[in-house]
Structures are given as structure tokens and as C-alpha cells.
């Protein structure tokens, strides 16, 4: 083996990198005076704070940590014991020559597996950079050890502070910085500063369209247009209300089921997740089933439906595609399926159709839904009396939750995948975000009226009361989920971090009819959107239905790829036969316009 270093590996020369950043400093100077000279006039936002209430909860953390300092004593020597090994191996590999590159010692910490962030070669080869990076990885592994092993704290805190650390020690990673970060160094150096320079007017970019905030630029948003490379299954707009447009799909079978398909998606995401490009759109796929598919494309509200109840989104949304989906085919029944947000909506409404008596829904499918959400997962982090006072504050101002709100929420989740991975590509390398279907449909926020919003956090969210026999009451009848009889089939998904796939198998106790429990591979998104053409994933199957999800997935059955067909063997049953297909504008609706709709069109900042 070669003692020269990788060219990956190189290292700069500290003239030439002076040298760039020269250039930056005088290059990048006329850019920053033009924004702050636009900023300046605009109108200074107010502070708000602490109102994520993190300060309290790492007071907490403390006080209960300095009870037993012995613990955090005994961690600190850990970490200094690291410490030494690392600097032991470190002088090894220097005392090797040529960085050490040809015998690196034995890592005192690995990088956790699947971790992207150090995947460059001289992350291993230079023993600065593997220092750098192993320094990290301790030091990370420190904090949140400690944390999570004070005792006396409640779960909620517990949760908050492990989360914030967390946030705290991404933010930190060597990989985030110029100086330390080998790819970053490389370009810079080759480019002569010009990867910053434009990584500074991407920045500025950015916080001018998030007027002040940084709405980082995760796609190119214009290699897609809705209707043209995007949401393209043809159909027709067949209805519409305040809230929402009825989408009816055009058939691509002779024979279709005789009961049609209801799609309730989420309005905190717009619908097109699953009719994003032809060969992973669900929508289509299920219209090539032969189900007469009707979606519900949500409106991107203002502060004129800023009073628009969770109620109204049950009238206005399921129950008038009901009304609809009649006059256009002249059925009655119909089968249905709710997705995240939208699959709380549908338990809500099925369980006051179940006390009306109204059985129009003949059976009933939930995409990674909660319903009780007793373990809510890391979004719970966001939800306390101080965190909602703040949002009701901020939606009463306006009528309604911006935009980036519930996006920036998600996207903290994932940090290192959905924020930092592009603060790298765009700020330090200067590269064009890349064009992704998936990315574009998650840069594409939605508002959340007031009344709706506060309803859902506070019910669901803080107080869990859906899950409770008579807790919420809608119009005035109070309802229970217990009470519903409908054939269930509840898809969950394994690395959900939305609706974490164990408070999605709580609804198997629930409810009174046939209930069929799938888990798929990945996450809240992935997961879903899985085509059978892409043979990724697996999923699980098992009829019994124990009240631990854990004994569950202990008998149950994996199957590899897509769990869609497994769904569409279970809604056969609930078909009712087969009719002739039907066009949109068949029967009593006219249609409006082509599919998507204009209501999806409407995009925020």
C-alpha cells in the first residue's frame, strides 16, 4: 500500500487559503451591505423569548443533575479517559508519516452507522481530520449520555431536553464548519473563495425570501410544475368549497369497482405526496387497480378561514365528498383512506357517523395515523401549555400558523438529513440545491387556521382526549371511537418519527369491527410512498392483534417489497362488484377544471 495520501485527502495550502478568504472578505462585502440596506426598512420583528420553554426544562435537567454530582463526575473521567486514547492513537498514526494514512490506528469511537456526514476519505486518512471527527463523536456521546441519565426529571422534560441536545450537538459537528470540514477546505482552495461567495448569495437569497428567516432552499423549485411533471394523473375538479376541491381521476380500465375510492389527505402537506411523479404515484397506481379514485386537495388558507373549526374540515371535507362522490356516480358507499392528519379526521368523523347511525363508509384505511397519542413521539417536544400559548399568540395575530411553521418542526426531526446536509451543499460548497420530486413536495408549506389548529393541538396533542369515551364532542355530540364498526386496515410504518408506528397499532384496540394491522419499512413519507415497481422495503403482517405492539411484531410475518398490493387484496373485498368505468363529468358534476386543481397551486413564499 502507498504512504501517499488519497488526492481526496489533500490537505490546502495555508497561503492560497488565506489568500481565498481575502477574496471572499472583499467580494462578499457589497452583498451583505445591499441586504442589511434592504432589511433596514423593514419593520423589526418583536422578541418573543424563551417561547419553545427550553430554558426551563435544561434548569430542571440541572438542578436534578447536581444532585448526584458524583455521576457527572464519574462521566467527565469517561471523557477524559476517551480523550487520552484518542490523543495516544492519534500520536501513533502522526509518528507513522505521511499523516498516517497507511496505518491508522483503531478508532476509539466509530462513526454510528449511517451517519453521511463523514463520508469524505479524509475523515479516515489524515489523522487531523480523524481526530477532529472522533473528538466530536466523544464529545457528542458526553452530552447526551449525561442528560439522558439524570433521574427525577418527567417524561415531557425528559423528551425536551434530550431533543434540544440533540439539536445542540448536529449543530456543532465539524462537518458544519469551513475549517474543518476537508470537502469544504478542498473547494474552497480550488475555487479560490468562490464556493463561499456563492454559498453567502444563497444565503442572502434564503433569508430574503423567509423575509429575515433563513427558509433554506432544499430543491430547485423550478425544474417542477404541478400538472406538468408533478401531480400529472389526469382527472378532473369535479366540486369545490371554502376548503377544499374534490379531485375525481380519469379511469384506465374498462371495468372499474363498483364503490369508489375517498382519499383524505393531510392539510398540513398538500396531497400531491402521493401522486408525485407516474412511477411512484399511489393515486395512479390505485386508478390502474381499477378503483374510481376521488382525492380531497386541501385550500392553503388565509386569515379569511381563520375561524374554520376542526368541525368544519369534517363538514366541508368527508362529508361533502360523500355528497359529491354520489351526485358524480350514484353510489352511496363509499371506501376510504386518511393519511396522517387526514386519518385523525376520518377516526373523528367515523366515530360521530357510528353514533348518527350513517354508514356510508364501507371500510376504512389509515396511513400512519394517530389517535391516541399517549406516546407522541419527538413531535410532542413542541407541545406544552407555554409552546401553544405562543402559537395561539402568533395565529390570532394573523388568522392563521405560517407556512414554515410545522416544516421547520418536521425538518428538526432530521436535522443532520433535511437542514444541515444543505446548509453544507449550499452556504460552504456553494452548489445549486438538487431537483427531487420528494423535496420540492416538502418545501411546498401550507397555513393552519387559528380555531382548527388550536383545537387539534390542544384535544389531540396535549390533552389526548379523542382516545377517551365522550373527551371530544363534535357539534354538540360526544363521540367514541370504540363505537365504530367499519372494516379498518392501519398501515404503519417502522422508522416513523411523525406518528411513531406503536401509537399507530393503539387504534387495534379500539375499534369494535374487523381491524387488519400492516407495519412497513421506513419512515412516515418513504414508507408510504412505495411502489411495488421499486422492490425496496418489507413489511409485516400477523391476524392476531395482542395488546403490545411488541408482541405483535414478534409473530408477525415479513414480506419483502410493497405493501400496496397486500392493501388492495383487502379493499377487493369491500368493492361491491365491478361496473363500467366512469369518466369525470359522467354523472351530476360538471367538472371545473383538469386536475391538479387551482388550490394546490397556491404556494407560500
Avoid at 444565503?203 to 410544475?225: S, V, Y
Avoid at 392563521?400 to 411553521?405: A, N, Q, T, V
Avoid at 354538540?476 to 410504518?493: H, K, R, S, W, Y
Avoid at 405483535?552 to 373485498?573: C, I
Amino acid at each position: 500500500m502507498s504512504n501517499e495520501p488519497s488526492p481526496e485527502g489533500k490537505l490546502p495550502d495555508p497561503v492560497d487559503l488565506s489568500r481565498a478568504v481575502a477574496g471572499i472578505a472583499e467580494r462578499s462585502q457589497r452583498l451583505v451591505t445591499e441586504f442589511l440596506a434592504k432589511q433596514s426598512s423593514e419593520k423589526p420583528s418583536v422578541g418573543m423569548g424563551d417561547p419553545l420553554n427550553i430554558a426551563g426544562a435544561f434548569f430542571e435537567m440541572t438542578a436534578k443533575l447536581m444532585v448526584d454530582p458524583t455521576r457527572l463526575v464519574q462521566a467527565q473521567v469517561s471523557l477524559w479517559s476517551d480523550y487520552m486514547q484518542l490523543w495516544q492513537r492519534t500520536t501513533e498514526r502522526f509518528l507513522g508519516g505521511n499523516g498516517g494514512a497507511a496505518h491508522p490506528a483503531e478508532p476509539v469511537i466509530e462513526t454510528p452507522k449511517g451517519d453521511k456526514r463523514f463520508k469524505d476519505p479524509a475523515w479516515q486518512d489524515h489523522a487531523v481530520f480523524d481526530f477532529i471527527k472522533q473528538s466530536y463523536l466523544l464529545s457528542a456521546r458526553f452530552m447526551q449520555t449525561t442528560v439522558r441519565d439524570v433521574e427525577g426529571l418527567d417524561d415531557k422534560t425528559a423528551k425536551k431536553v434530550d431533543f434540544y441536545t440533540r439539536q445542540f450537538v448536529d449543530a456543532m459537528a465539524p462537518s458544519n464548519f469551513v475549517l474543518t470540514n476537508p470537502e469544504v477546505l478542498r473547494a474552497t482552495v480550488e475555487s479560490r473563495g468562490e464556493n463561499l461567495v456563492k454559498g453567502l448569495e444563497h444565503m442572502l437569497d434564503d433569508l430574503e425570501r423567509g423575509k429575515g428567516q433563513l427558509a433554506i432552499k432544499m430543491t430547485d423549485t423550478d425544474a417542477f410544475q404541478l400538472g406538468e411533471n408533478i401531480a400529472t394523473t389526469p382527472g378532473k375538479v369535479v366540486f369545490q368549497n371554502d376548503l377544499m376541491q374534490l379531485i375525481q381521476y380519469a379511469p384506465t380500465t374498462e371495468k372499474v369497482r363498483k364503490r369508489p375510492l375517498l382519499i383524505i389527505p393531510p392539510w398540513i402537506n398538500k396531497f400531491y405526496i402521493l401522486d408525485l411523479k407516474p412511477k411512484n404515484s399511489f393515486i395512479r397506481w390505485a386508478v390502474a387497480q381499477g378503483h374510481t379514485v376521488f382525492v380531497i386537495s386541501w385550500v392553503n388558507p388565509g386569515e379569511e378561514l381563520a375561524e374554520k373549526s376542526f368541525e368544519a374540515y369534517m363538514d366541508d371535507g368527508p362529508f361533502a365528498a360523500l355528497g359529491a362522490i354520489e351526485a358524480a356516480t350514484g353510489e352511496a358507499q363509499v371506501n376510504v383512506i386518511g393519511y396522517c392528519i387526514g386519518g385523525t379526521l376520518l377516526a373523528t368523523t367515523l366515530a360521530y357517523m357510528a353514533r348518527k347511525g350513517d354508514r356510508r363508509f364501507a371500510s376504512a384505511t389509515f396511513f400512519t395515523t394517530m389517535v391516541d397519542f399517549a406516546e407522541a413521539g419527538e413531535l410532542s417536544v413542541f407541545i406544552d401549555e407555554e409552546q401553544i400559548q405562543a402559537l395561539e399568540g402568533r395565529m390570532r395575530e394573523k388568522g392563521y400558523l405560517e407556512g414554515g411553521s410545522m416544516a421547520n418542526s418536521f425538518n428538526m426531526l432530521r436535522a443532520n438529513d433535511l437542514i444541515w446536509s444543505f446548509v453544507i451543499n449550499n452556504y460552504l460548497l456553494g452548489k445549486e440545491p438538487f431537483p427531487f420530486d420528494l423535496l420540492f413536495w416538502n418545501s411546498d408549506a401550507t397555513r393552519m387556521p387559528c380555531a382548527m389548529h388550536s383545537f387539534y393541538l390542544r384535544n389531540m396533542y396535549q390533552e389526548n382526549r379523542l382516545v377517551r369515551p365522550g373527551g371530544v364532542s363534535i357539534h354538540g355530540e360526544p363521540i367514541d371511537l370504540t363505537q365504530i364498526q367499519t372494516p379498518v386496515f392501519i398501515l404503519a410504518t417502522k422508522e416513523d418519527h411523525i406518528a411513531p408506528w406503536k401509537s399507530s397499532y393503539a387504534a387495534t384496540q379500539l375499534y369494535r369491527g374487523p381491524v387488519k394491522f400492516c407495519l412497513a419499512g421506513s419512515g412516515h413519507i418513504a414508507g408510504v410512498v412505495n411502489p411495488p415497481e421499486a422492490q425496496k422495503y418489507n413489511f409485516w403482517t400477523n391476524a392476531k392483534l395482542p395488546k403490545q405492539p411488541d408482541l405483535w411484531f414478534e409473530s408477525a410475518t415479513q414480506q419483502p417489497g410493497s405493501w400496496w398490493p397486500e392493501w388492495d387484496k383487502w379493499a377487493e373485498k369491500f368493492a361491491g362488484g365491478s361496473v363500467a368505468a366512469r369518466q369525470p363529468g359522467d354523472g351530476k358534476l360538471k367538472p371545473v377544471e383538469d386536475a391538479p386543481g387551482s388550490y394546490v397551486k397556491l404556494r407560500i413564499g
